[in-house]
């Protein structure tokens, strides 16, 4: 420390230094009285006034907390400062915060989400200790719900023989029609056995929530708890709801609890409304239950382990009690080769501290690349707000000249820049947080869920808010750390000694790098915009095989309505005229898959070809003779289905040119015979080619299909999707198609919407990704023409003078002109050849979730680099026209 | 920290001392930092530790003298006053201050 060493050289002498202490005193004490005059307690008057000599004070006290103290108390002091000098230049300081605050906020916002579905606990007791059980090496089996759940069966003998939880329980997730204030709604439930509450340790805040005795006697005094929030929407919290009875799909309910706010049950995305005990399903689903459907895996199992078993031993007892288990459950149903697979099947634990949910392993991709890609917008922003710092600190070089030059340390002129880009960043980051909740909330709507409308917890909580303050400290030190470096760096004697351009210099290649570092993120930024909006662009405009414009869907579950099973063919054959007999209805078809609907339904047949019978993987459609003019899927070849292609009659089938292509080559199919061996052996006769037309999803490329007429394959299945095609706009027949459900078939569980809007849902994440990047895009473009436009002013301004002369000497306008565009297009090009190297490697990852487009395209980047030219040569016209204005006699007198 | 050539800044805070003493006459080392400070309506702080060390090398330059007095409010105080040598370092020190200024004004424009 010089200032130390020229101390104690003054102080020669106790005289001498007696002297100084007295002298020291006086001003202490003179300080301090003023502090106590401005309001300051005695102690912290004294405090503050020996504080502000620093360390002379310090080493006399020689304390270790006095130092400390003094650290903390310089830096409230340099904060105090801070803000006394941002509160001086405040639109840099609010365009600053504005910057990171949209960066913290985006990042923050798709953390929240993440947080929300993936991270978070649930908000039971113990979380972290609550186990799953799985079924290991489930395979399934085509027509069997697919899924590591338990039937019922297992579940009795887990249930029966397990002795490793302590605590556990079975659920699972349904939805239910209920009567609520007199209307039929369709809610979410869930069955659980009782120990649900136990286990989780969840109380009813209001009555109570049910046990085994309620278990017991289902169908007696069936029973149900529901959720806060439904008790709020419907029994507006009206406490007298303990003991009504509520229709659940038509039978009665007492309800006996209403449960916390926070809970929403173990899946998460879904708040179950009604909790049932699982005792109550035969009673609630009557002929429909699954408790006896030895193939239907439908039971989420929970619980925690007993104390004093490892998950260790657990595993190896559960081993041994599966291998019991699936063979008392065997399936007869099952067929011979399928059998081993379900012996194979192993009971396993898992870790269950975020519940489960169906949508998480869909949301997983898009989340990483939002992440990633609001991860670049705020470097995008850090960068933008170190370009606008340094700019401030060149403005402001001469005050901390001065300041050092008054005796402040370069240190402290160092962690007073810090701090002040910590006080920004932590702004933003504030800011951040205020948007992300409503930003958050908008993007979770806005996201389409074949499960339904999500709903997530997104409150804040300690990993959201360390999530920003995390993005605040990062941005305060990519930010800051460049500038408040070079400040404390740059030799202001230098700088005040002469009109010295070296510091100007080196200071326009700090900001010419940050700029071009700007740049290649932009470029990155634009190229996820192009390829994920490329990827909507084509699936919007894929040729689907259909006119979907005027079609109408209308899928129907006969499984509630009490038709029986055999009275399934004669309904669907009434409804099927009824509909047909609508004035503004064309045509009327039923199919038993829904197009674009995302469910398939797939065999292997048997095809007679030139070269012998061969085995081919089709997906099938079963339909009535009306749907391909309904959906506008045209027959290419042979004939179509018609009425008489009935039950009985011989059956006939049609494929579509994919499937006549691959199997059948260059011959015609029609005549060809196909089999198909599986539940009853069947051949078809090809009567005709339909034109190719989508099957599952947009996305995926036409297969092989073969259609059979409704009435002859399929049965009478319990679910059908039906289409009808409208005369006029299909928005006029919605409503009374709906109208006629309500009145004429009261009893049938239906949902009613246009096909193009199914198509247009079909492909919500990618609408949802692409939007989203064009946002980020658009914001990344912006900061990067701020950050051009900024740049180049500085240049202009400080090669004001060479371009008066060179105007002096003769230059015209547009020479001016070209020699900014070559400044500001040298520093572009190298940013977008650096962005488009990162993009081009970063794109790879994406490639799963495009269509149509490879990551690989060059006309990709060549779009990238083409869009950010175009908002480069816009953001430069207004600095270039300036330049070129330059009044030469202004800037040579001023010289 | 190394140490920097800057005696010129280190002339800064001199000039600063040597002018209020100038333009206030007697004053002791909390009135200085005081009169700076108001005078310069907040801009300039004084670093504290830096001032007493300042004033004892200006005193031993004989730019100033001190002596013992008694402040405003009947406390023992040491109180400082310019010389002729200090007028005339002040003189050229604001010379060389506006020399120095004007560069940075004219760097500050055209830079």
């Known amino acids: ?895 | 920290m190394g140490r920097y050539a800057n005696d010129r800044l280190q002339g800064t805070l001199d000039l600063l001392v040597l002018k209020s003493l100038a333009s206030r006459g007697r004053m002791h080392g909390y009135g200085i930092t005081l009169h700076i400070q108001t005078v310069s309506r907040d801009a300039l702080r004084v670093e504290e530790g830096s001032l007493y060390p300042a004033l004892h090398r200006m005193e031993q330059a004989g730019w100033i003298r001190a002596e013992w007095g008694v402040s405003e409010n009947n406390r023992r105080a040491r109180y400082y006053t310019i010389t002729a040598a200090g007028r005339r370092q002040l003189a050229a020190e604001q010379e060389s201050w506006a020399e120095v200024t004007g560069a940075v004004a004219r760097f500050l424009e055209y830079a």
Not at chain 1, 366 to 374: D, E, K, N, R
Not at chain 1, 489 to 498: G, H
């Open chain 1, 1 to 895: 420390m010089a200032w130390l060493s020229r101390v104690s050289n003054l102080l020669r002498g106790d005289r001498h230094r007696e002297e100084l202490d007295e002298e020291l005193a006086a001003h202490i004490e003179m300080r301090a009285r003023d502090n106590i005059v401005a309001g300051m307690s005695d102690e912290e008057a004294l405090r503050d006034a020996r504080l502000r000599f620093g360390n002379l004070t310090l080493e006399k006290e020689r304390t270790r907390e006095a130092a400390v103290v003094g650290w903390i108390d310089s830096l409230a002091r340099d904060f105090r400062y801070t803000c006394d000098a941002l509160r001086n230049s405040r639109g840099v300081a609010a365009l600053i915060v504005v910057t990171l605050a949209l960066g913290i906020g985006a990042n923050t916002t798709i953390f929240t989400i993440t947080n929300a579905l993936i991270l978070r606990s649930l908000p039971v007791r113990d979380p972290a200790q609550l186990l799953r059980i799985r079924l290991g090496n489930f395979s399934s089996w085509g027509y069997i719900e697919a899924d590591d759940s338990l039937t019922y069966a297992l579940w009795n003998q887990f249930d029966r023989g397990q002795d490793v939880l302590a605590d556990y329980f079975a659920c699972a997730d349904t939805r239910l029609d209920a009567v609520l204030n007199g209307e039929v709604k369709q809610t979410t439930g869930a069955f659980a056995t009782s120990p649900l509450f136990r286990t989780l340790g969840v109380d009813a805040i209001l009555g109570r929530t049910f046990t085994d005795a309620d278990e017991r006697t289902p169908a007696q005094a069936a029973v149900v708890v529901i959720s806060h929030g439904l008790w709020q929407r419907e029994y507006a919290s009206d406490p007298a709801v303990i003991g009504r009875t509520l229709l659940l799909e038509g039978k009665p309910f007492n309800i006996i609890g209403v449960l916390p706010e926070r809970f929403f049950g173990m899946t998460v995305g879904r708040v179950a409304d009604f909790y049932v005990p699982l005792a109550a399903e035969p009673y609630l689903r009557a002929a429909d239950s699954a408790l006896p459907n030895p193939t239907r895996y439908w039971l989420l199992v929970f619980g925690r382990l007993r104390p004093g078993i490892t998950a260790q031993q657990a595993q190896s007892r559960l081993a041994a009690l599966s291998a019991i288990a699936m063979r008392a459950t065997l399936p007869s149903e099952l067929p011979e080769r399928a059998r081993p697979r379900y012996l194979r099947q192993r009971f396993t634990l898992e870790p269950a501290h975020a519940g489960v949910s169906y949508v998480r392993s869909m949301a997983e991709q898009p989340l990483a690349v939002l992440s990633a890609i609001t991860a670049l917008l705020l470097l995008l922003a850090c960068f933008t707000v170190a370009n606008l710092l340094v700019a401030r600190a060149t403005a402001r070089q001469k005050e901390l000249a001065v300041r050092i030059a008054l005796g402040a340390s370069r240190w402290r002129i160092a962690r007073q820049l810090a701090l002040e880009s910590s006080v920004l960043a932590l702004a933003g980051a504030a800011l951040g947080l205020v948007i992300a909740r409503p930003f958050s909330a908008a993007l979770l709507a806005a996201y389409p869920s074949p499960y339904g409308q999500l709903m997530l917890d997104l409150s804040p909580d300690w990993r959201v808010l360390g999530f920003a303050f995390l993005a605040a400290a990062v941005s305060a030190f990519v930010a800051g750390v460049g500038p408040a470096l070079r400040a404390a760096q740059a030799d202001p004697a230098e700088l005040l000694k002469s009109g010295s351009t070296t510091a100007p210099a080196s200071v326009l290649l700090f900001r010419r790098t940050l700029l071009a570092g700007q740049i290649a993120v932009a470029i990155v930024l634009v190229t996820a915009a192009v390829l994920f909006g490329g990827t909507l662009r084509n699936l919007m405009t894929a040729e689907t095989g259909f006119n979907s414009d005027r079609v109408l869907l209308a899928e129907i579950d006969l499984r509630r309505s009490g038709i029986a099973k055999e009275r399934r063919q004669q309904f669907y054959a009434t409804l099927l005229d009824r509909m047909e007999r609508i004035p503004s209805v064309d045509s009327a078809a039923l199919s038993y898959v829904t197009p674009i609907s995302g469910s398939t339904w797939q065999f292997n047949v048997r095809a007679e070809t030139d070269s012998g019978p061969r085995s081919v993987h089709i997906y099938f459609h079963a339909v009535t003779p009306e749907f391909f003019r309904t959906f506008g899927t045209a027959v290419i070849a042979g004939r179509g289905f018609t009425p008489n292609d009935r039950a009985g009659a011989p059956a006939v089938a049609l494929v579509n040119s994919t499937l006549a292509r691959t199997v059948f080559g260059s011959t015609s199919p029609i005549g060809r015979r196909i089999s198909v061996l599986d539940p009853e052996p069947l051949t078809f006769e090809i009567a005709g080619v339909v034109q190719d037309a989508k099957y599952r999803s947009l996305r995926q490329a036409v297969p092989p299909v073969l259609y059979t007429p409704i009435a002859q394959f399929a049965g009478a299945p319990a679910s059908l999707s039906a289409a009808l095609r409208s005369r006029g706009p299909v928005a006029n027949i919605v409503h009374e198609v709906r109208r006629i459900f309500r009145d004429e078939y009261p009893s049938l569980s239906v949902r009613v919407g246009t096909f193009s809007a199914q198509i247009n849902d079909s492909i919500g994440r990618e609408r949802a990704v692409a939007s989203l990047c064009t946002v980020f895009a658009a914001l990344g473009l912006a900061l990067a023409a701020l950050g051009i436009f900024g740049v180049l002013s500085y240049l202009i301004a400080r090669r004001r003078s060479e371009i008066g002369i060179r105007i002096a000497l003769g230059a015209r306008p547009a020479d001016v002109r070209r020699l900014i565009y070559g400044q500001s297009f040298s520093t572009c090009a190298a940013g977008v050849a650096a962005g488009c190297v990162i993009a081009f490697w970063a794109a790879r990852f994406t490639r799963t979730m495009l269509y149509g487009l490879t990551p690989t395209e060059p006309a990709v980047y060549l779009a990238a680099a083409g869009i950010l030219s175009a908002v480069a040569v816009i953001a430069t016209a207004v600095p270039a026209r300036r330049a070129s204005q330059t009044e030469p006699m202004t800037v040579l007198r001023s010289e």
